[in-house]
Each structure stands twice: as C-alpha cells, then as structure tokens.
C-alpha cells in the first residue's frame, strides 16, 4: 500500500515544472551575477576617470585621489554585493523587500552586538579619510608596523614594508600615525674623521660635495645640505655632520649620495675615513634594508 501510494506520487509529480522552476532560477541568479560584475566594473571606471584619470581637471593632489579611490572602491564592492544578495534571496524565496530589509536591520542590530571590532574597524577608516592623517602613497608607522600605504580600505588599511611584507591592519586598531611623509624631511649624515687629519680640508671637501649634490638633486631638495661643523668628539675620531632637508621620501636617496660622494671625494684628497656613521633621527628603515 505504501509502496503503491510513493509511486503514485512519483508519477503524478510535476518534474518538468521542478526543472524549468530551477533554471529559471539559475539563470536568473547568472544574471545578477553578471548585473553586479558589470556594475561594479562601471563604478571603478567612472570613479578611476573622475579620480584618477591625469588627462582630466583633478580636483584632489594625487595621494589625496589614490585614498578617496580606495575607500569609494571598497564601499561600492559592499554595496553591489548587498544588492545583488537581496534581489536573489528575493526572487528565490519570494520575499517581500521591505520584509526582508526590515529583518536585515534587526539582524544587523543582534549581529552588532557581536562585531562591535567590525564596526569599529569601518568608523575608524572614516575618521582616517577625513582627519587625513595619511594618504595612499604615505610612508607611515603605526604600531610595531611600518610601511608604504598601499591601501586604505573601509575596513584594513594594506602597508607594504621595505622587506616586501604586505601588514593588513584593522582600522580600528590604528589609534597612533607617525607620518613621514607629511612637510619636509630631514637628511642627517655624520662622517668620522681620524684626530690626526685636517679637520679644516675634510670640512672644505664635504662643502664642495654638499654644494655639488645639492644642484643635482634640483627639486627634490627644500633646504641643501650645508656641513653643520663638528658635532661630537669620539674615542678615536671626530665627527663631523652634515643636514639637509627634502621633500618627502627623498631623504634617504640624498643620504646614500651624499656618503658615496663624501667618501670618493676623501679618497681623491687622500684624507682617511675610518667609519662612516649614519644616524637618522626618524626611527624608521632606510629603504636600502
């Protein structure tokens, strides 16, 4: 009796209704889908055109542009994606929008209890975008972190350290920013030079060398490099210091030119180097590791 009656039901059930119900809704999932990709494509061309695009008029300098990009980026991906989950769950389970956003914001409310870190994170990358406290492009150390921001997201802000590492750190978590990048930098070169040499004709080389890296560097000096004099007296050496102020991230490069030109310059003269020491005040890593 039972076996006869699951037959029947087999028999008279509406498989090709099944069938057409679940391709329809197959397809209609591929294409909002596809909707959402193209969307988001369009969003990122327009945003890029409006931010980005060099051939046009901007209205922001270009670190300013790169930050606003990543953050819009990051929000529209949210926001086709939420869309694009809404009209599914819709279509396939013949919600009611107003319904089903209604009970969207009530589980959102039980579920913010539970992310208050989420939460967090996203208010904190608003604050970061509009307190500007760094941009795309920034040398920046927050934390035992440090690195060139590569990303300023709604949610993680990406530094890229000069070891190559990739630090995602949560925006919420970013309560102190050292900038390095904001104003000029200071360039600071300390040279040793042994008591029995000419104090007089190290400092006149290094002279001639500060005025001669100082034209080559043309722009990219705010401040040229002027030789302070003597600054320390060592066990076995003096030490002479040379400062100079750049534009942002070209302090260092003007550093290693600077001790290479010092030094050849010492050798052509005959004036002996021991140690060459350099001390940068800033408590980040030279970009030559």
């Known amino acids: ?63 300013k542009s790169n930050t606003i990009f990543s953050l819009l980026k990051s929000m529209a991906f949210y926001l086709i994606a939420f869309t694009a989950i809404i009209h599914v769950l819709k279509h396939l389970f013949s919600f009611d929008t107003g319904t089903l956003l209604a009970s969207a ?26 307190e500007d406290q760094f941009s795309v492009g920034d040398y920046v150390q927050t934390g035992q972190f440090s690195g060139v921001v590569e990303e300023t997201g709604i ?11 990739l630090h995602i750190i949560p925006n919420g978590s970013i309560t102190a920013v050292t900038n390095y990048s904001r104003g000029k930098m200071r360039a600071l070169v300390d040279i040793q030079v042994p008591y029995d040499e000419d104090l007089d004709k190290a400092m006149s080389v290094m002279h001639t060398v500060c005025e001669q890296v100082g034209t080559e560097f043309g722009d990219k000096i ?25 534009q942002p991230n070209e302090q260092w490069s003007l550093e290693r030119e600077l001790r290479r030109q010092i030094h050849s310059a010492f050798l052509k003269e005959g004036i002996r180097t021991p140690q060459q020491n350099v001390y940068v005040t800033n408590p980040i890593k030279d970009s030559s590791g």
């Open 222 to 246: 705010i401040d040229p490099p002027t030789v302070q004099g003597v600054i320390q007296f060592g066990e076995r050496n003096t030490v002479l210091r040379v400062i100079a102020f750049t």
């Open 105 to 130: 914001s009530v589980l959102g409310v039980a579920l913010g209890f539970g992310s208050q870190s989420l939460v967090k994170d996203i208010i904190g990358g608003f604050f970061i975008l509009f």
């Open 1 to 63: 009796m039972n076996s006869l009656w699951i037959n029947n039901s087999f028999s008279n059930f509406e498989w090709q209704k099944l069938g057409m119900t679940i391709l329809n809704s197959l397809i209609y999932i591929v294409l909002v889908l596809i909707i959402a990709r193209v969307a988001y494509g369009l969003a990122i061309y327009l945003l890029r055109r409006m931010l980005l695009d060099h051939r046009g008029k901007k209205l922001l300098d270009e670190r």
């Open 155 to 165: 949610r993680a802000t990406h530094l890229r350290d000069w070891g190559g590492e």
